[in-house]
């Protein structure tokens, strides 16, 4: 059977006009995916894509109707690497742990399992009592480049920052940042890009060594408690490829995300100088501007579902099995659901609740949401507050991550005028 014999038909129509236009790792679609998006919503909003094997989902409530039945739409395949891994690449990842399922490819009592013994971690109150530190971090990183006058503001603030709450919530020394880092790179482009063998090998063994460091980490947590969250899940029925699993998952999520998060709400702001301006002259509107960020650009775009039976959605039947992949970047630009859906506006949130798909939904809502949001909040407050004139630097060019899961720049050059009073 070829590929245009599994692609179903609606109302007796092909269903695959968008297969060949769809090229998510290349530009332009690679910096500006919104208009495609667009185009999918209103011609093919459920298609088949021969780069991912799969089906993309792009209008808001398909995937919403979607992330509320976990029965029927699977978390299992959510790690699956775009392409098949060589022979190579396993041999070097069977040398880590055994992979066993995460919180974000796992069901039912198996994700709720490996949830609970988190919950207390990352309860309101306390994050709330991690604000202290997190401003401190903010502001103690801006203080190594504010006498610049210019900065790659990502290299040395969106990306640092969220990086060092999570290596304080684990308590990791911050002299082993650079390496996390790498790895927690490498990591995204072996389960999110498509990848040459020896990039696959190379990116395989850095999740290995990430392992390993969490894997001793735990080690001297069973020796010396200390109150972090390491020694908050030693009580717990979670086994040690359990923890070395979920560990990883959550330095890689608790600080790629919310530093996209950040650099992609800045890069939005400073495009519109007067967006920024507002920004700096009423910090009690941020909240806000963080949730329209998560809603304009989102930092997770996609995420994967397998159907465990025959399904219906959206008309488009599908069988048993079937790989899809709900866009969260498209569903949160639906004009169905939200008016002017392609413009950034800071005072969509300011009044109503929140109800982008930024985080997920339902079970598989991100356990870190608050903490992001939270981290978010401090890196505007603080930088509006100190960089009140922040501009970017004319003439650059915005290159982004070619990864699936991920979205946001590699660079963000910012520059500000030393005459001001930081």
């Given at each position: 059977?070829?590929?245009?014999?599994?692609?179903?038909?609606?109302?007796?129509?092909?269903?695959?006009?968008?297969?060949?236009?769809?090229?998510?790792?290349?530009?332009?679609?690679?910096?500006?995916?919104?208009?495609?998006?667009?185009?999918?919503?209103?011609?093919?909003?459920?298609?088949?894509?021969?780069?991912?094997?799969?089906?993309?989902?792009?209008?808001?409530?398909?995937?919403?109707?979607?992330?509320?039945?976990?029965?029927?739409?699977?978390?299992?395949?959510?790690?699956?690497?775009?392409?098949?891994?060589?022979?190579?690449?396993?041999?070097?990842?069977?040398?880590?742990?055994?992979?066993?399922?995460?919180?974000?490819?796992?069901?039912?009592?198996?994700?709720?399992?490996?949830?609970?013994?988190?919950?207390?971690?990352?309860?309101?109150?306390?994050?709330?009592?991690?604000?202290?530190?997190?401003?401190?971090?903010?502001?103690?990183?801006?203080?190594?480049?504010?006498?610049?006058?210019?900065?790659?503001?990502?290299?040395?603030?969106?990306?640092?920052?969220?990086?060092?709450?999570?290596?304080?919530?684990?308590?990791?020394?911050?002299?082993?940042?650079?390496?996390?880092?790498?790895?927690?790179?490498?990591?995204?482009?072996?389960?999110?890009?498509?990848?040459?063998?020896?990039?696959?090998?190379?990116?395989?063994?850095?999740?290995?060594?990430?392992?390993?460091?969490?894997?001793?980490?735990?080690?001297?947590?069973?020796?010396?408690?200390?109150?972090?969250?390491?020694?908050?899940?030693?009580?717990?029925?979670?086994?040690?490829?359990?923890?070395?699993?979920?560990?990883?998952g959550l330095i890689f999520a608790g600080h790629k995300t919310t530093s996209f998060l950040i650099g992609n709400a800045l890069k939005v702001l400073l495009e519109k100088p007067d967006l920024w301006q507002t920004v700096c002259e009423n910090p009690s509107i941020i909240p806000g501007v963080v949730e329209e960020a998560l809603r304009y650009d989102a930092p997770v775009p996609t995420v994967n579902r397998t159907t465990t039976g025959t399904v219906e959605i959206g008309g488009v039947i599908l069988p048993k099995n079937t790989k899809l992949f709900l866009v969260y970047g498209s569903a949160n630009r639906d004009e169905s659901q939200y008016k002017d859906a392609q413009e950034f506006d800071i005072q969509r949130f300011q009044q109503t609740t929140p109800n982008h798909l930024a985080f997920g939904h339902g079970m598989h809502r991100c356990i870190g949401s608050k903490l992001a949001l939270t981290e978010a909040r401090i890196a505007l407050e603080v930088l509006s507050s100190r960089l009140p004139n922040l501009r970017l630097q004319p003439n650059q060019q915005f290159n982004y991550i070619p990864t699936l899961r991920s979205r946001g720049c590699t660079n963000l050059h910012v520059e500000w005028d030393l005459s001001v009073d930081s």
């Open positions: 059977m070829n590929i245009q014999d599994k692609i179903p038909s609606k109302q007796g129509c092909p269903f695959h006009q968008l297969d060949a236009e769809y090229q998510p790792f290349v530009n332009p679609q690679l910096e500006e995916p919104y208009s495609f998006y667009e185009l999918a919503r209103k011609e093919e909003p459920i298609f088949y894509s021969s780069v991912l094997n799969g089906y993309l989902v792009t209008g808001y409530n398909d995937i919403l109707a979607i992330l509320k039945d976990p029965v029927k739409y699977s978390s299992k395949d959510n790690l699956q690497p775009i392409g098949e891994y060589s022979l190579e690449t396993i041999d070097v990842l069977r040398t880590g742990f055994p992979f066993v399922s995460d919180l974000v490819n796992s069901d039912g009592s198996r994700h709720k399992f490996l949830k609970e013994p988190l919950m207390k971690v990352f309860a309101p109150a306390r994050i709330k009592q991690m604000e202290d530190s997190i401003y401190a971090n903010a502001n103690r990183l801006i203080d190594a480049f504010i006498d610049e006058g210019r900065v790659d503001i990502l290299e040395q603030f969106a990306f640092p920052m969220p990086l060092e709450v999570i290596l304080n919530l684990y308590g990791v020394p911050l002299e082993g940042m650079k390496n996390i880092k790498i790895w927690c790179n490498d990591m995204a482009e072996l389960f999110s890009a498509p990848l040459t063998p020896e990039r696959q090998v190379e990116c395989a063994r850095s999740f290995v060594a990430l392992q390993y460091m969490v894997a001793d980490l735990i080690e001297q947590r069973r020796k010396a408690p200390q109150d972090d969250l390491i020694s908050n899940i030693q009580d717990s029925d979670l086994t040690m490829p359990d923890m070395v699993m979920v560990l990883c």
